[in-house]
């Protein structure tokens, strides 16, 4: 079939998506498309995504550095691995070197305050300095999983043997946070090669640690030079343009929301296998067996930031409506004040009638992005809209829905929410078993949900999290490591030369 280079596109013309829809191109995409760019047509949505020559080619630059680098890496030592590990952590500990970083991550937090943006993510502090240091070596003493076998499989005359191998390229896309940056260079220890690309409010020091930390430890541990590649471009365009790459081998999305999710349906549909929660949110659960102090407790520790664990959507049984709502009032007021500032409640349209009509009658100032806003503190929400996630700054926001019983909130999770943290509870073992067989979640706990990280619960840097929104993962769990990162080889050990079949 004859195939013809994509220059232009004109005004209204039917683009095919999913197999029976078309999308019309608008006349502001058919101006701006010029030679050299590409159309990306999101097939679950229609979404017609314009990339730019110039991210296009960075994008593509940077994953041929990868992949040139990854052919590489199985000639490298796991002793030259180690030494990059603790190369680049010795480089980050050193003020000198770490000097020309965080004056990269003050212009960066300046330029994003000018735009109008949250900077909560984006101070490289001494704590996050510290993390990244503490992580790497972590990384540098793990144990490689390079060539170890995990079966051998005897025949007469001949045997074989599972062996694991690093993965590939593996791509990520990160919010901006310069500490992920450093954790992703985990896959390193397996024998993979990264590329990625952050947000761009945090490039500038992304570009400060590669220059004066990544960079030189490479070299000096004898590792290829494309073995960690920065997409160095300010434009969203360049992460599409590299998840849709499909030399990766696996792309990694960090964070969530609808871009996260754009990412990931630009990669799946590219043949990438793919790592990423689209919608983050906990959901709290009160037991039938609900200690009512324990319960505070748990809301109380799952809202001190806002990140992909922090509880979402509590839900109450209608038999502990007495106890345990005063409770979880209390208990968010307090988050809010911990914080200083106010608690934004949203509430089930059918559970109003149990939540003191003060909170929908009184306006406070909530924190958002752009500053205070005076809002009502309370608001109703329909039932369609459980699984939303509150992307608030300072302000915990969280839904509250009083149920019928515990399989009612069931229900409620597995239909509505994005189907990725759910706790329960209850001083019943019982009840907690029948939880843990009935919800369809990759995590589950018995209190609060802000342990689901892998640093805090695996001891390990964690490079991403999965929740079930595109389905249940195959052969691995929900936290994505640098020892999650690997293929599985077959060897053949024939002993006997006669054999035929």
């Not at 110039?54 to 593509?60: D, F, I, K, M």
């Not at 603790?86 to 020309?100: G, H, K």
């Not at 001494?126 to 992580?135: C, N, V």
């Not at 959901?283 to 505070?296: K, L, N, R, S």
Request: aromatic letters at 6%; proline letters at 4%.
């Amino acid at each position: 079939m004859d195939s013809q280079e994509l220059t232009t596109l004109v005004e209204g013309a039917a683009i095919p998506w999913g197999g029976t829809k078309v999308t019309l191109v608008s006349a502001e995409l058919a101006s701006a498309f010029a030679p050299g760019d590409a159309l990306i047509v999101v097939q679950d949505s229609g979404e017609l995504i314009h990339v730019p020559a110039e991210p296009r080619l960075q994008a593509a630059d940077a994953v041929s550095s990868a992949v040139d680098a990854f052919s590489a890496m199985g000639a490298a030592t796991d002793e030259q691995i180690t030494d990059f590990f603790l190369r680049f952590a010795e480089a980050l500990a050193d003020d000198a070197t770490f000097a020309p970083i965080a004056q990269a991550n003050e212009a960066d937090i300046e330029a994003a305050k000018q735009r109008g943006r949250s900077v909560t993510r984006l101070v490289l502090d001494d704590s996050m300095r510290t993390g990244m240091i503490e992580g790497l070596r972590v990384w540098a003493n793990t144990p490689s999983g390079r060539g170890r076998v995990v079966e051998t499989i005897a025949h007469e005359g001949w045997h074989l043997e599972q062996v694991i191998d690093g993965l590939g390229v593996i791509g990520f896309v990160f919010e901006g946070r310069p500490n992920v940056f450093a954790d992703a260079t985990g896959v390193l220890r397996g024998g993979n090669t990264v590329v990625f690309r952050i947000g761009s409010d945090a490039l500038r020091t992304a570009e400060a640690i590669v220059e004066h930390a990544l960079n030189p430890s490479l070299a000096a541990s004898g590792l290829p030079s494309g073995a960690a590649s920065l997409v160095a471009s300010a434009s969203r365009a360049a992460g599409i343009a590299m998840m849709s790459d499909p030399r990766l081998s696996l792309a990694v999305a960090r964070g969530s929301g609808e871009a996260t999710a754009r990412l990931g349906a630009v990669a799946r549909q590219a043949g990438n296998a793919v790592s990423l929660h689209g919608t983050g949110g906990a959901w709290i659960v009160a037991g039938i067996g609900a200690d009512p102090v324990g319960f505070a407790a748990a809301v109380y520790h799952s809202l001190d930031r806002k990140v992909c664990n922090t509880l979402n959507t509590a839900c109450i049984p209608l038999s502990r409506v007495d106890d345990l709502v005063p409770v979880f009032l209390h208990a968010i007021e307090r988050a809010g004040q911990r914080r200083g500032t106010n608690t934004k409640l949203h509430v089930l349209e059918s559970s109003a009638g149990r939540v003191p009509s003060e909170w929908f009658e009184r306006s406070v100032p909530i924190s958002r992005a752009g500053g205070l806003v005076d809002e009502p503190q309370g608001e109703l929400l329909s039932e369609e809209r459980l699984g939303e996630e509150w992307e608030w700054e300072d302000s915990p926001e969280v839904t509250l829905a009083i149920v019928d019983d515990v399989s009612s909130a069931v229900g409620l999770f597995n239909t509505y929410s994005p189907r990725f943290i759910a706790s329960m509870v209850s001083n019943d073992p019982e009840e907690h078993d029948w939880f843990f067989r009935a919800v369809d979640a990759p995590f589950v706990g018995t209190g609060f949900t802000r342990w689901v990280d892998g640093q805090y619960a695996l001891n390990q840097p964690e490079l991403g999290l999965s929740n079930w929104e595109a389905g249940r993962l195959f052969g691995r769990g929900g936290i994505l490591s640098g020892e999650s990162a690997y293929t599985v080889r077959t060897r053949a050990f024939q002993t006997n030369p006669d054999i035929g079949r």
